[in-house]
């Protein structure tokens, strides 16, 4: 089946009640995706360069998306069993980066799409309980050899297939999703106005203040996100003014009720002001001086 058929039929199930056949589904994506990649042997050993990680993804993209066509109504239809299937999927991608270090790049590269998309997906829907399950996602570094939370993890969003570059990065995960057949056939309402792609941004931004303030600890992460004309910041504020996504967002950042607006705003204060045009001219609450 096609990514789009796949997707059918899984929001058909969920509707008529059956929550374990898409929950099988998204497994049997999940092994088609780790078959693919194993396929794929020693081509991607250390995986870097434009036409290689091209290639590299051409190779993956039809089973990337049908991994993603299966997750997409778990997070919006299936509850919180169906958002656990996505974590334990997401959970199981991320286990591959340590199993070879010599193909660590090309994992952090389908993990991070993964992740980021998958969480684009979930803000998209206002299905923001699922933030902090990605508390429970860690990926250990072959290389360095700790367990980190993934969504903290320098190497999830300064991929080495793109040069370290979290702007290049961003941008490959961004115009995957807006070209892909999934969103303008199945999800239309969120390809008009690019509503995915602000909830995407919006994604790297909040990822980027987890970072900074309750997880790796270094200040200054640097997030694309942040840059595009105040979308996430917008987003993201009218989301702490909601009941459901103020409890989920106190979850997420382990900051108190109370505390939240303030010590978001001190940690986008402190993200680096690399772009005047966009970035330094937004606050994330100017209406609270």
Known sequence: MTAIE?????????????????REELKAQV?????????Q????????????????LEAIGDALESLLAAAAPLIEYGGCDGQEAVIRALAQVTSEISREPSHENAYYLVTARL???TTA?????DATDFL??????????????VDELLIDDSSARHLEAYGRSADVAFESHRLWLAAMSLLTERYPLLAREQQLERALAEADLIFALHTDGVGAGIRGTYSHGAHREGHAEQRLRARVRTRDGREQLVRFFGIRDAELEARL?????????????????????PGDD
């Open 31 to 39: 092994l088609a995706l780790l078959t693919t990649l194993d396929d």
């Open 115 to 117: 992740l980021w998309s």
């Open 265 to 285: 705003a001190e940690l986008h204060e402190g993200f680096p002001r690399q772009r005047e045009l966009f970035f330094g001219q937004i606050r994330l609450f």
């Open 132 to 145: 902090p399950r990605l508390l429970r996602l860690t990926a250990r570094s072959a290389f360095r050899n």
């Open 121 to 125: 997906f979930a803000l998209a829907f």
């Open 41 to 56: 042997g020693d081509a991607v050993a250390n995986l870097a360069g434009e036409e290689r990680v091209d290639a590299f």
């Open 6 to 22: 796949i997707n059918e039929q899984l929001v058909e199930q969920l509707g008529r009640g059956d929550t374990v056949a898409p």
